[in-house]
């Protein structure tokens, strides 16, 4: 899927501050959010797309990578994977405080019956370049990405050193607050403290108080041997940490193909084009052909044809569900000498009046056919 630039999905131009990316997206998420969209699927995906180019602008590590490298350069920068996340997950992941000011008295009521329950932590996603051979094998490679983990200042609770939250003094500690008057009085969960019942006065300089940190992680994973181009590989519990107890999210290792010099994928086949001289066709020979472990022989029959192709049975790449082997194709280009010294022009010159005489039997039915088409006159 292609994905969108992130400054065209906010709306801004590339040398927009911080404040000016924070504007955009509060902007933008109250556009789209559900809550205004009740079940527009097509809201929902463009206000995961803004969360995402806002996770990745908002953060300077990651807005380098990506004014260098575009899109390519997030890879293993530990990137959420919306797509799969709730809204009401990704509304509340970015710590800022009062982002939205308890705009949505909805939205938030219904997070605060999950607020102090343990929930399982983001998945992450990733990539992992293969080689053929790593496919045809399998591999295990090792893969560094950065993840967010409890910050080691503050042991996770985003308060400085020595502190400790204290209870909120707009709910006194309930979490909630209610709203309307009269009969129908309604709780709602408290703006201040967004239902968690407790406010952090100084907050943990190294986390900033979300009580995380982002982390370098480096883990081995197993590449099951014939995987394909864009398959993910999921690594178990890998991903973000839970709340409160919850177990992390996972990992997810999207495979990309490194290019081979000889050889090309179609399928569990592999393909490789191999060019011979013209005399090498007409005549027959062996030639050596680029396989996946160092060069092999093929017999080339006299009267080869541009274009044909030729099978080596089983030397391809394993089926993933199977394991049964696909075949190694050799498709042939004929050559034509560009240069020819005297002797050559010589021998072909030869060659071509005793052509005249016996023409192919191909082209004598071409010409025959030519004929037939335009009239015969
Ligand atoms: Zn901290
Ligand atoms: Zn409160």
Excluded: W
């Excluded at 071509?352 to 071409?366: C, H, I």
């Amino acid at each position: 899927m292609d994905k969108r630039d992130y400054y065209e999905v906010l709306g801004i131009n590339k040398t927009a501050s911080a404040d000016d990316i924070k504007r955009a997206y509060r902007r933008l998420a109250m556009k789209y959010h559900p809550d205004k969209n009740s079940g527009d699927k097509e809201a929902e995906n463009k206000f995961k797309e803004c969360a995402e180019a806002y996770e990745v602008l908002s953060d300077g590590e990651k807005r380098k990578r990506y004014d260098q490298f575009g899109h390519q350069g997030l890879s293993g920068a530990g990137m959420h994977d919306f797509s799969r996340m709730n809204v009401e997950d990704i509304f509340g992941m970015f710590d800022l405080d009062n982002l939205f000011g308890g705009v949505f008295g909805g939205s938030h009521s219904r997070r605060s019956a999950h607020q102090n329950r343990a929930t399982r932590g983001y998945d992450l996603e990733t990539s992992v370049e293969l080689t053929l051979n790593d496919i045809a094998k399998g591999a295990e490679k090792t893969i560094e990405f950065t993840r967010q983990d409890n910050c080691g200042e503050c042991g996770g609770s985003g308060c400085a050193k020595g502190t400790k939250p204290s209870q909120c003094p707009t709910c006194k500690g309930s979490g909630q607050v209610s709203r309307g008057g009269g009969f129908f009085q309604m709780l709602s969960s408290c703006p201040q403290c967004r239902g968690t019942g407790k406010v952090i006065k100084t907050h943990c300089k190294k986390c900033r108080g979300t009580g995380k940190v982002p982390k370098k992680r480096v883990v081995k994973i197993k590449i099951p041997a014939g995987v394909h181009e864009g398959q993910g590989i999921r690594v178990s519990s890998e991903g973000e940490p839970g709340q409160h107890g919850g177990p992390r999210g996972d990992l997810y290792c999207y495979v990309r193909i490194k290019p081979h010099e000889f050889l090309q994928r179609d399928g569990n086949n592999l393909v490789a084009l191999v060019p011979i001289s013209f005399t090498q066709a007409t005549l027959g020979t062996t030639i050596d052909v680029p396989s996946l472990d160092g060069t092999k022989k093929l017999k080339i029959p006299a009267g080869t044809q541009y274009g044909n192709i030729f099978r080596i049975k089983g030397q391809g790449l394993p089926d993933i569900r199977t394991g049964r082997s696909g075949d190694q194709l050799v498709q042939v280009t004929i050559e034509t000498p560009a240069k020819l010294n005297a002797k050559q022009r010589e021998l072909l010159e030869e060659f071509a009046k005793a052509e005249n005489k016996t023409v192919s039997p191909k082209s004598t039915g071409f010409m025959d056919k030519l004929k037939k088409y335009f009239g015969n006159n």
